[in-house]
């Protein structure tokens, strides 16, 4: 290691230090504290301290580890290598052992309540990364505002199931295809509009659709929300202690003890199910002449109309189904929380959607599920700390774009392998 | 077959076209040449519907489509291969190749065609599951060509066929293109540079200078016309 290299590496490190000083001095260093009823400011230098030479040693050993090795450019670095190779070769085994795992999670030792709750969240988040990544993915069309049919998939079941009293199974299409009609209409508008542009106006259609259902009282109710959203029954037999006259109930049904656990295992399949259903269904439709044309707009719309691509109803198409599953999501997250209200979607839902996507690398199924496990695991685990996490989420989404700057699994097999013949 | 008709295209303000009237009868193959900037790309583009034509008419089997969007020329039998080849570089040579067809039976003859492609591109049977961005710049014009065929075309438009292609295989394109007609009976509307290429294979040429058609005639008239032989073949003679 030539001793040029070597200052270099100190210098940049020392200059990162003097940034986190800068950014974590005021934010981290100074605190308010309420003393006999007034403010003081109390700094906590020791903090600061420690912050800032965990920045400037991180960033000296990413220097001598990855960036400045040998300096053979567009050799990707020994850490992202591994990891290429490791998921190329084993990637079908580790989707296999995943759902295997997700399968008997529930009946883990581990597995309380709190775990629970945590997967059927992350579940959510993976279902919803695999529905955006039929949108951004595989047709190209960076949406912002995702969050809309998830919003609109959960009140549309609401409504349904609190005004009509419709069961979970009969809402939830209702929902999915009310989320899709909505993505036709957004689609619409936005048909001639690609890249940043498609971004601002989906970005609006997500703020409209709050703000409609902040503002539409009547039926909405506002920011008070829906409450009393029925829960799923399994296939008719509801899950409550003490059942009403004459209804069996999931527990006396099956002879079991009643158990609140019951009712988080039913919800916790049914959204890896849906989930697991969201992903066969990209999957598929990929070899199809629909998901080949998604793909084939996202590289070349000119090419595209040139071959007699209709890219209206391609891209129609994209947003539609993309919604869809958002719309099942939503309802999903309608009935699991019982209760909604626009503050459940907001833009930050749709950034962290689209983190998820973006950072999983476009268009990879399986990066979807490494990225929701990295950035939702992370903000569940920094749930403590509070104030720090947004810095970890952040931080997260850095590490990964250093690492891994075209996603985690950057690289896609071709959708189509021919045998060899002879 | 295909008929143009005083058609003026514009760019926002800027006038590409400026009523070209055009001919290509079923069989030919039909050749226009001209400088850069004379409008043959945008003449290709008004033809596909990439483009709307603002003034004249474009008449194909008697039919107007002018007014048609592209999907739609393309299923009357209109097949383009547009300038700079645009295949889809992510994608596999073989999904290339179904996207051609999609507007063919919904893609249902994939397998007889394809053979049929594969005769005339034998190597692109070889980097089937390859991807489109991984191919030579000869070999994605063959694709790209290809991939037009794919949807059994009456009519094919070619946009360029030589451009950046290393001249051994431009020769084999030349040669595919000409079978392309003769063989499989497409009639072929052909733009080029390379002037001296294509007015030897073509059956008749036009010249297209600043929006206008300047000059037509039999393919080895232009090529001993000393106005087109000054203007576009000096290069070509050498």
Known sequence: MNKNFFQSSIKDSLFTGLIALALFGPIVGLRTVAVNEALVVQPKWLVVGLIVLACTIGRFLINIYTFKKEQRRGEPSSISKIITN???????????????????????????????????????????????????????????????????????????AIHFGWSFWICLPLAGLFAGLFGILLG?????????????????????????????????????????????????????????????????????EYSPMQRIIFLYYLILILALITNFFTIK????????????????????????VNPRNTKLTAFAVGAMFGGFAGSFFATRQAFISPESFTFIESAIIVAIVVLGGMGSQTGVVLSTIFLIGLIEVFRDFESYRMIAFGGAMVLIMVFRPKGILATRKPTITMRKEK | MLNISKVETFYGNIQALRGVDIKVNNGEIVALIGSNGAGKSTLLMTISGVNKAAKGTINFDNKNIENLTPHEIVNLGISQVPEGRRIFSRLTVEDNLRLGASSNNKGKNFDEDSKEVYDLFPVLRDRLTQRGGTLSGGEQQMLAIGRAMMARPKMLLLDEPSLGIAPKLVNQIFISIKNINKEKGVTVFLVEQNAKKALELADRGYVLVNGNINLEGSGKDLLNNPDVQSAYLEGGKK
């Open chain 1, 86 to 160: 490791f998921l190329d070769t084993k990637g079908a085994q580790i989707a296999l052992g995943a759902v295997i795992f997700s399968v008997i999670f529930p009946f883990m030792p581990f597995a309380d309540r709190y775990w629970m709750d945590i997967a059927i969240m992350m579940m959510t988040y993976i279902m919803l990364g695999w529905g955006l990544n039929i949108v951004i993915g595989l047709a190209g069309l960076l949406d912002l505002g995702y969050v809309a049919f998830y919003a609109v998939g959960a009140y549309s079941y609401a409504l349904f």
């Open chain 1, 188 to 256: 619409f508008p936005v048909l001639r509009l690609r890249g940043d542009y498609l971004a601002i106006v989906t970005l609006a259609f997500g703020e409209m659709i709050r703000i409609l259902l902040l503002n539409w009282y009547d039926l909405t109710k506002g920011p008070d929300g829906l409450t009393g959203i029925p829960r799923p029954s399994f296939f008719g037999l509801p899950f409550k202690r003490y059942p009403d006259e004459g209804v069996e109930t999931f527990h006396t049904f099956f002879g079991l």
């Open chain 1, 285 to 308: 439709i990929r070899k199809l002449p629909v998901g080949r044309a998604w793909e084939a707009l996202r590289e070349d719309e000119i090419a595209c109309k040139s071959l007699g």
